[in-house]
C-alpha cells in the first residue's frame, strides 16, 4: 500500500528550526514529486515547497523562500523540509503528498499523508 508518513513537527518559539521528514512507500519513489503543504487554522490548504526525483528540481512558495530547504534522500525514500528562522504564520498542520514525475505547489495529488502539527509560539 502507498504510504506517506511525515515527522519531525512540534513546539518551536519564533526564530527557531524544526525539520519534517516524510517517509514514503508503496510506490516508485525515484519517479515521483514530493512536495509539502500546509492548511493553518481557518486558512485553505497551500503549496509550501516541492522536490521533484524525476528531475532533480525544486520549488518554494514566496512565503518561505530563503527559510525553507527541501531535499531527498533516494536511497531511503525519504523528502526533508528543513525549516529555519520560523515565524508564528507558519503554525499550521503539514501534510507530505506525492504526484507522478514534476513539481506543482496545486492540490492535485496523488497521494497524500496524514499531516503533522507545527506550532510556531511568539
Known amino acids: 500500500e502507498v504510504q506517506l508518513v511525515e515527522s519531525g513537527g512540534g513546539l518551536v518559539q519564533a526564530g527557531g528550526s524544526l525539520r519534517l521528514s516524510c517517509a514514503a512507500s508503496?510506490?516508485?519513489?525515484?519517479?515521483?514529486?514530493i512536495g509539502w503543504f500546509r492548511q493553518a487554522p481557518g486558512k485553505a490548504r497551500e503549496g509550501v515547497s516541492c522536490?521533484?526525483?524525476?528531475?532533480?528540481?525544486?520549488m518554494y512558495a514566496a512565503s518561505v523562500k530563503g527559510r525553507f530547504t527541501i531535499s531527498s534522500d533516494n536511497a531511503n525514500d525519504t523528502v526533508y523540509l528543513q525549516m529555519e528562522n520560523l515565524k508564528p504564520e507558519d503554525t499550521a498542520v503539514y501534510y507530505c503528498?506525492?504526484?507522478?514525475?514534476?513539481?506543482?505547489?496545486?492540490?492535485?495529488?496523488?497521494?497524500w499523508g496524514k499531516g503533522i502539527l507545527v506550532t510556531v509560539s511568539s
Open positions: 503528498a506525492a504526484r507522478a514525475r514534476f513539481c506543482y505547489l496545486t492540490l492535485g495529488m496523488d497521494y
Open positions: 508503496g510506490f516508485s519513489f525515484d519517479d515521483y514529486a
Open positions: 522536490f521533484s526525483n524525476s528531475d532533480g528540481s525544486t
